[in-house]
Each structure stands twice: as C-alpha cells, then as structure tokens.
C-alpha cells in the first residue's frame, strides 16, 4: 500500500517499517518453514516470485504489511534486516465493506515470540488502521490449534462469529469503540521496555 510507504511506527520495542525489496529475502527464508506457511496458510514462493509479491503488495491498496523490527536489535546493529522479527498486516478483502480489514500478526523469529512483540505489533498496526486508514471493525481468521493467538487476539477483546471445520480456523471479530481506543492506548503505555 503506497499509504503506508514512508511510514515508520515506533513502539516500546518494536519498529514498524514499510516491507521493501531489502526485506525479501530474509522473509523469503521465514516462508520456507512448514509451520509458517500452515499458520499463515501462505503457499511456498520462489525468490523471484517472493521479490514481485512484494512489489505488488507496496501498489495493491487492499493491502497494507509493515514489518516487525526488534527496537534493540536495531538500535544495536543498524541493520533493518538483522533486526527484522516478523511481519503484520492488514487486508481489505470486500470492496463493499472499505472500513473493514482482516488483522494478522506473524513473529518469525523464534527467540522473539512469546516475549509480547506479536501483542505490541499488532495493537500498533490496529491503531495505524483505525487512525490512518478509518478502519471500524477489525477480523482476524486463526488456525484453530493456534491456541495462543485464539487467546491473543480474545484479550484483545476479539469475539468468535465463525468456525470453519474445512479451513480448521475460526474468524473472530471486534468493532472498534472509543472505549476499546482507549484500552489499546494504555495497553501500549504499560509494555516495559525489554530488559535482556
């Protein structure tokens, strides 16, 4: 999305920054990985075609991807790539229904998950949407045994509408309120700063 393009947002610690023709072939390498695919339900892609994905996704308005750098990890090495964790996006499946997006989130990197870079990435990108992009209702369709981001996105205060027994996921929703604003701001404001 060329909305998105220029845009860096910087959490507690995460950055996120626009997905460029740098990231590809780190990404590319994530993507070879069985259980990323299954979870993201991607199909394996060749470099070249990985480098023309990416340059779609950057012209396709019904797209929006930022990738996941490590605050520390950047600031460290000064390197995007060496700091590049994950990725999140959203995705404008209806054209009837403009300010509804699909929401995913995908840590990468197996040292970094389970360390709340996924929670802070995603309240970021849902804020970026909400803001920028005046999205009111949000989906997120998970694989029904990715139980912890079942329970991610539920904390969030995602409610099941949807369980696909073909698909083996469920789709589960949330209407955005000034309330629910409010609560992703403080959840943002009460991450600590990583430590290690």
Same mark, same amino acid.
């Given at each position: 999305? *060329? ?13 996120? =920054? ?5 990231? =590809? ?10 259980? @990323? ?34 605050? *520390? ?14 990725? /999140?996006?959203?995705? $404008? ?21 389970? *360390? ?5 990435? =995603? ?8 803001? /920028? @992009?005046?999205?009111?209702? $949000? ?27 073909? $698909? ?9 309120? /000034? ?6 701001? @403080?959840?943002? *404001? ?7």
């Amino acid at each position: 999305m *060329r909305k998105n393009m220029n845009t860096r947002i910087t959490g507690t610690n995460v950055i996120l =920054v626009p997905y460029q023709e740098k990231h =590809v072939a780190k990404y590319h390498e994530w993507m070879k990985c069985p259980t @990323l695919r299954y979870l993201t339900g991607s199909e394996p892609l060749t470099l070249e075609e990985e480098f023309e994905m990416q340059r779609r996704w950057l012209e396709d308005q019904d797209k929006c991807t930022f990738i996941i750098l490590d605050k *520390r990890l950047f600031h460290s090495t000064g390197s995007e790539v060496d700091a590049m964790i994950g990725d /999140t996006n959203l995705f $404008f499946n209806n054209p009837e229904e403009p300010h509804v997006a699909e929401v995913e989130i995908m840590i990468a990197d197996t040292a970094r998950q389970g *360390r709340k870079r996924g929670w802070e990435s =995603v309240i970021l990108m849902m804020r970026y949407g909400i803001e /920028t @992009l005046g999205i009111s209702e $949000f989906r997120a369709k998970i694989k029904l045994d990715n139980v912890l981001s079942i329970k991610m996105f539920e904390k969030l205060g995602f409610h099941e509408v949807e369980r696909s027994k073909v $698909f083996q996921e469920a789709t589960l929703e949330k209407r955005v309120s /000034t309330d629910w604003k409010d609560r992703l701001s @403080l959840e943002l *404001r009460s991450i600590a700063p990583d430590s290690d």
